[in-house]
C-alpha cells in the first residue's frame, strides 16, 4: 500500500509527547512533513533529531505574533499546508469553587482560542488549494462530566461546536474539518501531582475489573493516531464536522 500522505505537509501542535507525538510519527511514517509545535523544548529538539521530516518549533500557544511568524515560514517553506491537528492541550484539575477566572481563561486561550487563532491563519492556504483536512483534539470530558475539570471540559465542549461550525463554513473549499475525543489515554497528561491516575486502584478497580471501561484498558497514544491518520487523509472523503469518540467503550456505559 503506497503512504497515505506522501508530500503532505501536517501542522501538529502539542507534537513533542503524549498523543502529539504519536499523531507526528504516524504521519511522517505515512510521508508527511510534520511541523511541531510544542512548550518542551528539548523533546521537540530529541523529535528533530530522530526524524529528518520533522520541524520543530517552541512556542506558547498564546502567543499569536509567534503563530502568526511560524504558519508564515511553513508557507514561505513548503508552498503549502494541507493538515492542521490542533492537539495541544492541558488542564487545571481543580473543583469548581477553587477555580478562578484567570485558570478558566488560561484554559481557554490555550484549549480552544489558539485553535480559532491557528485556522484563521492555515485556511486561506486551504482555501487557495482547495483542500485541507482540520483535526481538532476534543476530550470524552465534553459530553460527560468528571469531578474538577470544569475550564477544561467547557473548551473541550467549545471545540465540539467550534468543529461543526468550522465544517459548514469551510466545506465548499474542499476542508474537512473533524474532531477526535479521546477518553483515558495513557500519555503525561494523565500523570497528576506526580501519581499515574491510570495505574491507581480506583481506576484498576472501576474501569478495568468492572470494565466501566468495556475494552478494560487505558488506551494508548497510537491508538488516537490512527484515527487521526484517517480523518487527515484522502480516504476521509464525505466526513466532516463529526466528533469521533475513542474511549475503550467509556461513555457508552453506565
Ligand atoms: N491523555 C488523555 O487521557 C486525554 C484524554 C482526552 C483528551 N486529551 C487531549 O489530547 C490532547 C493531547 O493530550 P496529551 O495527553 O498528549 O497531553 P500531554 O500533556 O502529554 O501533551 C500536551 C502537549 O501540548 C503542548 N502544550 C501544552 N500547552 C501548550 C502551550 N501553551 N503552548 C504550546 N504547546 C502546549 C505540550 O508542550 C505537549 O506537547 C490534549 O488536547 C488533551 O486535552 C487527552
Same mark, same amino acid.
Given at each position: 500500500? !503506497?503512504?497515505?500522505?506522501?508530500?503532505?505537509?501536517?501542522?501538529v501542535?502539542?507534537?513533542?509527547?503524549g498523543i502529539g507525538a504519536a499523531i507526528a510519527r504516524r504521519f511522517?511514517a505515512e510521508?508527511?512533513?510534520?511541523?511541531?509545535?510544542?512548550? @518542551?523544548?528539548? @523533546?521537540?529538539?530529541?523529535?528533530?533529531?530522530?526524524?529528518?521530516?520533522?520541524?520543530?518549533?517552541? *512556542?506558547?500557544?498564546?502567543?499569536?505574533?509567534?503563530?502568526?511568524?511560524?504558519? $508564515?515560514?511553513?508557507?514561505?517553506?513548503?508552498?503549502?499546508?494541507?493538515?492542521?491537528i490542533?492537539n +495541544?492541550?492541558?488542564?487545571?484539575?481543580?473543583?469548581? *469553587?477553587?477555580?478562578?477566572?484567570?485558570?478558566?481563561?488560561?484554559?481557554?486561550?490555550?484549549?480552544? $482560542?489558539?485553535?480559532?487563532?491557528?485556522?484563521?491563519?492555515?485556511?486561506?492556504?486551504?482555501?487557495?488549494?482547495?483542500?485541507?483536512?482540520?483535526v481538532?483534539?476534543?476530550?470524552?470530558? !465534553?459530553?460527560?462530566? &468528571?469531578?474538577?475539570?470544569?475550564?477544561?471540559?467547557?473548551?473541550?465542549?467549545?471545540?465540539?461546536?467550534?468543529?461543526?461550525? *468550522? +465544517?459548514?463554513?469551510?466545506?465548499?473549499?474542499?476542508? *474537512?474539518?473533524?474532531?477526535l475525543?479521546p477518553?483515558?489515554i495513557?500519555?503525561?497528561?494523565?500523570?497528576?501531582?506526580?501519581?499515574?491516575?491510570?495505574?491507581? $486502584? @480506583?481506576?484498576?478497580?472501576?474501569?478495568?475489573?468492572?470494565?466501566?471501561?468495556?475494552?478494560?484498558?487505558?488506551g494508548q497514544p497510537e491508538e488516537i493516531a490512527s484515527a487521526a491518520l484517517f480523518?487527515a !487523509?484522502? &480516504?476521509? !472523503?464525505?466526513?466532516?464536522?463529526?466528533?469521533?469518540?475513542i474511549?475503550?467503550?467509556?461513555?457508552?456505559?453506565?
Open positions: 500500500m !503506497s503512504p497515505r500522505l506522501q508530500g503532505r505537509i501536517a501542522i501542535t502539542g507534537a513533542s509527547q511522517m510521508g508527511a512533513h510534520v511541523i511541531g509545535m510544542a512548550l @518542551a523544548g528539548e @523533546a521537540l529538539r530529541q523529535m528533530a533529531q530522530t526524524y529528518c521530516a520533522f520541524t520543530p518549533y517552541e *512556542l506558547d500557544l498564546q502567543d499569536h505574533v509567534a503563530l502568526t511568524d511560524c504558519v $508564515e515560514q511553513v508557507r514561505q517553506q513548503h508552498g503549502r499546508i494541507d493538515i492542521l490542533n +495541544a492541550g492541558f488542564q487545571y484539575t481543580l473543583p469548581f *469553587l477553587d477555580t478562578t477566572l484567570e485558570q478558566w481563561q488560561h484554559t481557554h486561550r490555550v484549549n480552544i $482560542e489558539a485553535q480559532f487563532v491557528l485556522c484563521k491563519l492555515v485556511a486561506p492556504h486551504m482555501v487557495e488549494q482547495q483542500y485541507g483536512r482540520i481538532n483534539i476534543s476530550s470524552t470530558q !465534553s459530553i460527560a462530566a &468528571e469531578p474538577a475539570v470544569s475550564a477544561y471540559a467547557a473548551t473541550k465542549g467549545g471545540i465540539n461546536a467550534f468543529t461543526r461550525a *468550522l +465544517a459548514v463554513d469551510l466545506a465548499e473549499y474542499g476542508i *474537512l474539518v473533524n474532531a475525543a477518553g483515558a495513557a500519555t503525561p497528561m494523565a500523570i497528576i501531582d506526580g501519581v499515574d491516575t491510570l495505574k491507581t $486502584e @480506583a481506576f484498576e478497580e472501576w474501569y478495568v475489573r468492572q470494565r466501566k471501561i468495556p475494552l478494560a484498558r487505558p480523518l !487523509s484522502e &480516504e476521509c !472523503s464525505y466526513m466532516t464536522g463529526q466528533v469521533l469518540v474511549d475503550g467503550g467509556l461513555t457508552i456505559t453506565f
